[in-house]
T-cell receptor, first 113, second 113 residues
Framework: KAGVTQTPRYLIKTRGQQVTLSCSPI?????VSWYQQTPGQGLQFLFEYFSETQRNKRNFPGRFSGRQFSNSRSEMNVSTLELGDSALYLC????????????FGSGTRLTVV | AQSVSQHNHHVILSEAASLELGCNYS??????LFWYVQYPGQHLQLLLK??????LVKGIKGFEAEFIKSKFSFNLRKPSVQWSDTAEYFC???????????FGKGTRLHILP
C-alpha cells in the first residue's frame, strides 16, 4: 500500500511569506501528526489531527496552524515565515487516535531566506 | 517538562560488535516507549514499541529493547550489528497523561565493514 505522501519535497521561501505543506496519510489512517526536525532541536511534535479536529498542540507559535479534511489529508500552514522556521517538516499517520503506530513520510524541506 | 535523553550522539562500531544505545526519560507516570530508525535517504521507521507487559520488547531486524521502570530507561540492543544497521536511531516517549510524543535528539550509528 502507498505510504505517507508529503508535498512538496523542497521549498524555498523568503522571510515574511507564508507556506502550506500537504500530507496524505496511508489509506484508512485517520490520525495525522506533524513534526519539525532541526539539527539543534531535533524532532519536535507540533500537533495532531483526528477526525478533522486538532488535538495536542505543543507550544509552538500561533503562526503554525493546520487542518484536516474529511478524507484525512492534512495541511500545515506557517505564516510570516522567519529564518528559524527552516527545517524538515515531517508528517506521520496512524490508524486511529491513540494508536501510536506512526508511519512517517519523507518530509518537506523548507528553507527560509 | 518531560524530556528524552539519548546520551550517545555518535557511535562507531565494527561489524559483529554488540550494540547498546541508551535512552532515558524524565517522567514517573505511565509511558509508552518507542525506538525509530532512519536509514540514509529513507524516512523514519518504527523499530519497536512498548506499551505494557513484558518489559523486554523484540523488534524488527534483530533489535530488542528493555524497559526498566526504576531507571526510567529504554535501551536499545542488538547482539551483532551489520553494516546495514548504519542509521540514525531515535528514542521516543508518549506520556499517557499528555498524549504527546517526545523524541530524543537521536544517535548516529556508523558500522565499519
Amino acid at each position: 500500500k502507498a505510504g505517507v505522501t508529503q508535498t512538496p519535497r523542497y521549498l524555498i521561501k523568503t522571510r515574511g511569506q507564508q507556506v502550506t505543506l500537504s500530507c496524505s496519510p496511508i489509506s484508512g489512517h485517520r490520525s495525522v501528526s506533524w513534526y519539525q526536525q532541526t539539527p539543534g532541536q531535533g524532532l519536535q511534535f507540533l500537533f495532531e489531527y483526528f477526525s478533522e479536529t486538532q488535538r495536542n498542540k505543543r507550544n509552538f507559535p500561533g503562526r503554525f496552524s493546520g487542518r484536516q479534511f474529511s478524507n484525512s489529508r492534512s495541511e500545515m500552514n506557517v505564516s510570516t515565515l522567519e529564518l528559524g522556521d527552516s527545517a524538515l517538516y515531517l508528517c506521520a499517520s496512524s490508524l486511529d487516535r491513540g494508536d501510536y503506530g506512526y508511519t512517517f513520510g519523507s518530509g518537506t524541506r523548507l528553507t527560509v531566506v | 517538562a518531560q524530556s528524552v535523553s539519548q546520551h550517545n550522539h555518535h557511535v562507531i562500531l565494527s561489524e559483529a560488535a554488540s550494540l547498546e544505545l541508551g535512552c532515558n526519560y524524565s517522567y514517573g507516570g505511565t509511558v509508552n516507549l518507542f525506538w525509530y530508525v532512519q536509514y540514509p535517504g529513507q524516512h523514519l521507521q518504527l523499530l519497536l514499541k512498548y506499551f505494557s507487559g513484558d518489559p523486554l520488547v523484540k523488534g524488527i531486524k534483530g533489535f530488542e529493547a528493555e524497559f526498566i521502570k526504576s531507571k526510567f530507561s529504554f535501551n536499545l540492543r542488538k547482539p551483532s550489528v551489520q553494516w546495514s544497521d548504519t542509521a540514525e536511531y531515535f528514542c521516543a516517549v508518549i506520556v499517557a497523561r499528555d498524549d504527546k510524543i517526545i523524541f530524543g535528539k537521536g544517535t548516529r550509528l556508523h558500522i565499519l565493514p
